[in-house]
């Protein structure tokens, strides 16, 4: 008998109305739209506009956008999975506020927090669960209203973030697609190069907290692209080599969106093709944890059964990794 795998059997996502382009933000801070694309590859994100709205607002319609189209109903669900960096609240978990306003009330939640890899993260915590065969129906979703931690007075990170969410559903298969093999690594030394310096148990909010604009990312871009750059083609490559898969066997990569120059760079390490390379940063920029079902969701009528795919990503952490799956089915026609 073969070994029970986990699959993604369906995708849903959500980015909400409103689009701050490069122009926008050319009347806020002191840049252009020459400089973001050239630099970044960013045209535009969505912001999430409204006093009292947080992530879960993103994540549950992301949810609700994946249940209506599996038509799988919220009672199904055994267990969902929030992957963020900006909760709702310092606690509950965002994920059992995601749970509660989807009508999820047989599963349990958690949430996790692996910086920009969040998303691989939850996918291999989530499909470890379904591997053991207690569990059936696993939500992973991401979600991150980043525009609530980004400091637009500061024109080195203001252009890179936007807000969204995406969400997967995973089921086991006993067919040969699913995901096959992952890795992912740690180096928290690296968190002195991105973070959030006050909010949290070392430094509670204060008035001198916010006076010194602690409450926002704090990022040295230079060194944060040194380690992404290499950090990330090198997990690629090593889930490539150790699964002996060479380009022509691949057909898509799915590459976390922080800047183009870092996919760029990792696509040509992986000797990939550029139309194998599933893009988007340009109407999204770095949504953190939705970038990787962002694409999926974008890309899921392209997508057969059998699919080769990797999943790549690197962030604060710093965290890294990258997953080897099949795809499990092909667009309904
Ligand atoms: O997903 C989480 C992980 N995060 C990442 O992967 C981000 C990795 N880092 C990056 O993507 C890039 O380092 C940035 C996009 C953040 C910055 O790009 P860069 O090419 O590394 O620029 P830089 O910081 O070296 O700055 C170059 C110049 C500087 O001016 P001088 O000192 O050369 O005169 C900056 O002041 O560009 C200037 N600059 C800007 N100019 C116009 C910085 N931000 C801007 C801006 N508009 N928005």
């Known amino acids: 008998m073969s070994k029970t795998k ?72 055994d267990l ?19 749970s509660d306003k989807a009508g999820i009330k047989n599963a349990f939640s958690f949430d996790i927090n692996a910086g920009c890899s969040g998303f691989l993260y939850g996918l291999t915590t989530a499909s470890q669960f379904i591997e053991t065969g207690k569990y059936k129906k696993v939500i992973v979703v991401g979600a991150d209203k980043m525009s609530s931690i980004v400091d637009y007075t500061d024109r080195t990170t203001c252009p890179i973030f936007g807000d969204g969410a995406g969400a997967v559903l995973l089921e086991p298969t ?21 973070h959030q310096k006050a909010g949290g148990s070392v430094k509670p909010p204060s008035h001198e907290t916010i006076d010194a604009r602690e409450h926002f990312i704090y990022q040295e871009g230079q060194a944060v692209f040194k380690f992404a750059v290499s950090n990330m083609a090198d997990v690629a490559v090593e889930i490539m080599k150790r699964n002996n898969l060479n380009s022509n066997d691949l057909n898509w990569l799915v590459p976390h969106q922080a800047n183009l120059r870092i996919i760029d760079a990792t696509a040509r390490r992986m000797e990939l093709d550029k139309e194998k390379v599933m893009i988007n940063i340009q109407k999204y920029g770095n949504t953190t944890d939705a970038t990787i079902p962002l694409l999926l969701n974008e890309w899921e009528n392209k997508l057969k059964k059998g699919d080769n795919l990797i999943i790549a990503s690197f962030g604060a952490g710093f965290t890294w990794g990258a997953m080897y799956l099949k795809w499990s089915y092909s667009p309904k026609v």
């Open 6 to 77: 986990a699959a993604i059997t369906g995708v849903g996502a959500y980015v909400p109305d409103y689009i701050l382009t490069n122009e926008e933000l050319s009347t806020m801070v002191d840049t252009t739209d020459e400089w973001i694309m050239t630099r970044i590859g960013i045209k535009e994100r969505h912001i999430l506009k409204g006093e009292g709205k947080g992530t879960s607002d993103l994540g549950v319609e992301a949810v609700k956008n994946l249940l209506k189209k599996t038509g799988v109903s919220p009672d199904e669900i």
């Open 80 to 98: 969902l999975i929030c992957t963020t960096v900006t909760p709702d609240m310092v606690f509950p978990a965002t994920a059992n506020i995601i």
């Open 174 to 194: 006993e067919d040969e697609n699913g995901i096959i093999d992952f890795k992912n690594y740690v180096d928290g030394s690296g968190r002195k190069h991105l």
